[in-house]
């Protein structure tokens, strides 16, 4: 989404009525634009002056002072799933550790194009299998109802590569972790989005900053859920699409009944 | 927000002394039941401290995040649960209130919203309500009265714009 588009849809997204995907988009935009996201600070601001408007002075009742912190507090509280964070940590790292390796056997290719070119197939399948280790990885430190998608991203055209995970839970926030490679003369920031099979986007987050060889490893915890959600996108600060992948479910770890 | 952060009893108490009631009134106007009004004051604090740490006072005002969650959490449910009947809208200009029960706060902001909607059109206020309190989209209201989609988005923007306007000189004087 450019400015003019973005510009389009902000009275309606500053009014909470712009559709899904719509929004999603605005919100990735705004991340990067500092001009769209003045404006559309201001149109919130003036959109919620309405939230004002509403008559009455309702006082809530005075038990609900009391549940609203009970329920603040019981989701602040680090030591609710002291087993599932752990655990979702050390999936994390794991499955940071195997995207890495995947994408350095793309990366002795980045910044030589033809012969990249020529590798390619080469390269694809053996990111893939490395990929696919993933299974193992949950397997042996994932938990119950933990669902790993993970795939390949390819750019298209010039150099770069990357890899993708999503882990699901039903216990807490979902996750996304992306590792690029080879993006080196890209504009920064780069945008993380994710996808369905219906067109709606989430806006995962941005990179804005890559290492000397053009790469980055950044994981995110997601207030949306991610179910359902397999296309990848990583898009430069000039909206140009830079990668692109389709994840696929390695692992649905269901520990049987005991 | 740091104390929101960390779950302290102060900051939520704090933060819930502040806002409770303009989200608890969005709620009821807007969801038409108490029951609903709760839940929705639930979900906005506990959202509230899910996306804390992304808060940035450089980037916009408190009042103005807070708000916002809670109104696109109510009109989520809004468009969720269609079929369902709701109250008649009723706002603040046309129901005189007691200023001694609305605390100061409350009032200031009360009174930016009856000079923003003084200086809207019947046709840029007619359209506000639908969009901003009964969720419908630009495209719904385009379809529904047969004005082309684009007058609709403009007519959106210039009612927002004239809110904006109305709140700066507000600040100015």
Same mark, same amino acid.
């Given at each position: 989404?450019?400015c !003019?588009?973005?510009?389009?849809v902000?009275?309606?997204f500053?009014l ?11 919100e990735?935009?705004?991340?990067t634009?500092?001009?769209?996201r003045?404006e @559309?600070?201001d149109?919130q601001?003036a959109a919620v ?8 002075n309702?006082?809530? +009742?005075?038990?609900?002072?009391q549940?609203?912190v009970?329920?603040?507090?019981d $989701?602040?509280? +680090?030591?609710?799933?002291p087993?599932l ?7 994390a790292?794991?499955v940071? %550790?195997?995207?890495v390796?995947?994408? =350095?056997i793309g990366? $002795?290719?980045a910044?030589r ?6 590798q390619?197939?080469?390269? !694809? ?7 696919t280790?993933?299974? /193992? $990885? ?6 119950r109802n ?5 795939g390949v991203?390819t750019?298209?055209?010039? +150099? ?5 995970v999503?882990i699901?839970t039903k216990? @807490?926030e979902?996750q996304?972790?992306?590792?690029v490679?080879g993006?080196?003369?890209r504009?920064? +920031?780069l945008?993380v989005?994710?996808?369905?099979t219906? /067109?709606?986007a989430? =806006? ?6 890559l290492?000397?060889?053009?790469? %980055?490893t ?9 179910? =359902?959600? $397999?296309?990848v996108?990583v898009?430069d600060?000039?909206?140009?699409t830079?990668?692109? =992948?389709t994840?696929?479910?390695?692992t649905?770890v269901e520990?049987?009944s005991? | 927000m740091?104390?929101?952060l ?7 108490r ?10 608890? *009134?969005?709620?009821?106007?807007l969801?038409?039941s108490?029951?609903?009004?709760? &839940?929705l004051t639930q979900?906005v604090f506990?959202?509230a401290?899910r ?10 005002r408190?009042s103005t995040?807070?708000? *916002?969650?809670?109104?696109n959490q109510?009109?989520?449910r809004?468009r969720r &649960?269609?079929?369902?009947t709701?109250p008649?809208?009723?706002l603040?200009?046309e ?12 009032l200031l902001?009360?009174?930016a ?5 003084a200086?809207?059109?019947d046709?840029e ?5 639908? *969009?901003?309190?009964?969720?419908m989209?630009a495209r &719904?209201?385009s379809?529904d ?6 007058t609709v988005? *403009?007519r959106l923007?210039s009612?927002?714009?004239?809110v904006r306007l109305a709140n #700066? #000189?507000? &600040?100015?004087s």
């Amino acid at each position: 989404m450019n400015c !003019a588009t973005v510009r389009d849809v902000l009275p309606e997204f500053a009014l909470g009525v712009a559709p899904g995907d719509d929004a999603n988009a605005v919100e990735l935009h705004v991340e990067t634009c500092a001009a769209c996201r003045k404006e @559309a600070v201001d149109l919130q601001r003036a959109a919620v002056t309405f939230g004002y408007a509403l008559a009455g002075n309702e006082t809530p +009742p005075e038990t609900l002072e009391q549940t609203v912190v009970d329920a603040v507090q019981d $989701v602040a509280r +680090p030591a609710k799933h002291p087993h599932l964070r752990g655990r979702r940590t050390g999936i994390a790292l794991l499955v940071a %550790a195997v995207l890495v390796a995947s994408v =350095g056997i793309g990366s $002795v290719f980045a910044g030589r194009e033809e012969r990249l070119r020529l590798q390619a197939e080469r390269t !694809a399948l053996a990111e893939q299998s490395a990929v696919t280790n993933l299974g /193992g $990885v949950v397997q042996s430190v994932g938990g119950r109802n933990t669902k790993v998608l993970s795939g390949v991203l390819t750019a298209r055209s010039g +150099p770069g590569t990357g890899s993708a995970v999503t882990i699901l839970t039903k216990e @807490a926030e979902d996750q996304m972790i992306v590792v690029v490679n080879g993006l080196a003369d890209r504009t920064l +920031p780069l945008a993380v989005s994710i996808s369905d099979t219906k /067109g709606h986007a989430i =806006g995962v987050g941005a990179i804005h900053t890559l290492d000397t060889a053009g790469g %980055a490893t950044r994981a995110w915890e997601l207030q949306s859920s991610l179910t =359902g959600f $397999v296309d990848v996108t990583v898009r430069d600060a000039d909206g140009h699409t830079v990668l692109r =992948g389709t994840l696929q479910a390695q692992t649905a770890v269901e520990s049987p009944s005991p | 927000m740091e104390g929101l952060l960390a779950g302290d009893d102060a900051a939520i108490r704090a933060l819930y002394a502040r806002f409770s009631r303009p989200v608890y *009134t969005m709620g009821l106007r807007l969801l038409g039941s108490r029951e609903a009004a709760e &839940e929705l004051t639930q979900d906005v604090f506990v959202t509230a401290w899910r996306k804390a740490a992304r808060f940035d006072p450089h980037r916009g005002r408190l009042s103005t995040w807070l708000m *916002t969650i809670a109104h696109n959490q109510a009109i989520d449910r809004l468009r969720r &649960e269609t079929g369902v009947t709701r109250p008649k809208l009723v706002l603040v200009d046309e129901m005189p209130e007691s200023p001694q029960s609305v605390d100061e706060d409350l009032l200031l902001e009360r009174d930016a919203a009856l000079r923003a909607i003084a200086s809207l059109s019947d046709a840029e206020r007619r359209l506000v309500l639908r *969009t901003y309190f009964r969720g419908m989209t630009a495209r &719904e209201i385009s379809e529904d009265d047969g004005i082309p989609l684009g007058t609709v988005k *403009t007519r959106l923007r210039s009612a927002l714009i004239k809110v904006r306007l109305a709140n #700066q #000189q507000k &600040e100015l004087s």
